[in-house]
């Protein structure tokens, strides 16, 4: 039987997971964040606000999936006072 699906808060440790697949989610939207002219670019700048308190790419606002001590998928979430906007 495999290993239950585990919801977990994400740590600083995850950013080489976490980051990419955020990116490749976000795609223009990474770009803009980061003033990076790549996806390549904006994750590397992404890696360096990841372990970081306090901003919305943090840890602190991402929960990851995982089945054992494998990540599977994440949700970045934060409330909208973190834009500086209503988020709508």
Known sequence: ????????PA???D???????VQQ?????GLALTGADSDTG???AML?????????????NVLIAARGAEP???LLAYPGEV????GG
Do not use: D, K, Q
Not at 15 to 21: G, Q, S, W
Not at 25 to 29: C, L, N, S
Not at 83 to 86: C, R
């Open 72 to 74: 599977l998928g994440l």
């Open 42 to 44: 904006a994750a590397r």
């Open 48 to 60: 360096g606000f990841f372990p970081l308190r306090g901003n919305r790419l943090s840890y602190e």
């Open 83 to 86: 834009t500086g906007g209503s």
């Open 25 to 29: 989610t976000i795609g223009r939207v």
């Open 11 to 13: 740590a600083a440790f």
């Open 1 to 8: 039987m495999p290993e239950p699906l585990v919801i977990r």
């Open 15 to 21: 950013a080489a997971f976490a980051v990419p697949l």
